[in-house]
């Protein structure tokens, strides 16, 4: 069997999206208004910096989801497991049990330890397809299925 490998994505945090939101719609409606009010320094100003706040919020929760990205290999040995910051890898022969649960799956090791993937809401896809994948990989390391 081939190698696979799993993208796991993290999802912008949607209470920052939507602050972000609407920090851009107040500023927006403060420009507007410093505008037809002549020009009113205070207006311009609060307005200005609610869209740049808005706006840095906004990029700030789309690089934290973008930056934790996992990347998980699995092959007929064991499995690889890279993120930005950190790098883990195993043998089948050492994984004793895996459990899932609500966009987590846990392997639990040989020397007590244990590896836990987490799927962000909404992912199910592929949360599906990586459980599905560790399964059939620990089934052939057991020799269950050909």
């Known amino acids: ?9 993290q999802r912008p945090a949607l209470r920052a999206l939507a602050l972000s939101a609407l920090l851009m719609l107040v ?3 403060l420009v507007l208004m410093a505008e037809l009010l002549d020009r009113n320094l205070l207006l311009t100003v609060g307005g200005l910096l609610a869209l740049v706040l808005g706006a840095g919020l906004f990029g ?6 973008r930056a ?4 998980v ?3 007929e040995d064991g499995y690889a497991i890279q993120g930005r910051d950190s790098a883990q890898s195993g043998r089948w022969a ?3 049990r895996v459990t899932s ?3 987590r799956l846990t392997l639990f090791l040989a020397d007590g330890t244990r590896v836990l993937l987490a799927v962000p809401r909404g992912r199910r896809d592929d949360f599906d397809a990586l459980g599905a994948d560790i399964a059939r990989r620990l089934d052939q390391s057991r020799g269950y299925r050909a």
Do not use: C, F, K, N
């Open 73 to 75: 290999v699995l092959d």
């Open 101 to 103: 649960a609500s966009g």
């Open 94 to 96: 050492d994984v004793r």
């Open 27 to 29: 500023g927006l409606v």
């Open 60 to 65: 700030a929760s789309w690089w934290v989801a």
């Open 1 to 9: 069997m081939a190698a696979t490998t799993h993208q796991v994505r």
């Open 68 to 71: 934790a990205r996992m990347q």
